[in-house]
């Protein structure tokens, strides 16, 4: 079975500029979790989806967006990039509604010049 | 006070030496727990999940969780080279869908 795909792996872009990051979970895995992985603040959840309902949201500001489509695959979108967004951002799936068990994607490396 | 905290590190141990890895917590209300493990430019592979007090082994690995001193541990056994890494301790809250992370502790398994 296929692993969580994350696309674009890398992105350079500047600031203000918006950016979308896409992910397909592990195929059957409806719950879908984002997060921002920094050097200084270690791995911090931004939103998870299920069902394409967003279920819980992370302490970001509004900048940062996501949704989910019916075939639970997922996209999250940065809006007026900051210097500070320079980040990898992980995508983790899992199976239950619960959110247990997540498995990460490889990630998308974001630098903002 | 962080609500899931690790030792940075790095802990440094011997090939073939135990290294024994410890996470706190602060909810009391947490249910489940998880290791991970995150190799420098790669993304975080599950280790192991536990959800009951007590010990659990896999291979080489076995966590340990105690709910009520809201510690939970991983012990790897016969450390080898390959297991220097960072090791992510998770912890899902209670009636939450997120899971919220340690900052890792680095490990170095030294030939």
């Known amino acids: 079975k296929a692993g969580v795909t994350q696309t674009p792996r890398y992105l350079i872009k500047t600031r203000g500029q918006q950016v979308t990051l896409s992910c397909s979970p592990i195929?059957?895995?409806?719950?879908v979790s984002w997060y921002q992985q920094t050097p200084g603040q270690g791995l911090q959840f931004l939103f998870e989806?299920?069902?394409?309902?967003?279920?819980n949201k992370g302490n970001f500001p509004g900048r940062f967006s996501g949704r989910q489509f019916s075939n639970s695959r997922s996209e999250m979108n940065v809006s007026t990039l900051e210097l500070g967004d320079s980040a990898l951002y992980l995508c983790?799936?899992?199976?239950?509604?619960?959110?247990?068990?997540?498995?990460f994607g490889p990630g998308t490396r974001l630098l903002v010049l | 006070q962080k609500e899931v905290e690790q030792n940075s590190g790095p802990l440094s141990v011997p090939e073939g030496a135990i290294a024994s890895l410890n996470c706190t917590y602060s909810?009391?209300?947490?249910?489940?727990f998880f290791w991970y493990r995150q190799y420098s430019g790669k993304s975080p592979e599950l280790i192991m999940f536990?959800?009951?007090?007590g010990d659990k082994e896999d291979g080489r690995f076995t966590a340990q969780l105690n709910k009520a001193s809201q510690y939970v541990s991983l012990l790897i056994r016969d450390s080898q080279p390959s297991d220097s890494a960072t090791y992510l301790c998770?912890?899902?809250?209670?009636?939450?869908?997120?899971?919220?992370f340690g900052s890792g502790t680095r490990l170095l398994v030294r030939p």
């Open positions: 536990i959800y009951s007090n």
């Open positions: 983790a799936s899992s199976l239950t509604s619960s959110g247990e068990t997540q498995y």
């Open positions: 998770a912890v899902k809250m209670d009636s939450s869908y997120k899971l919220i």
């Open positions: 909810d009391r209300g947490s249910q489940s």
């Open positions: 989806y299920f069902s394409e309902t967003q279920r």
């Open positions: 195929s059957g895995h409806r719950s």
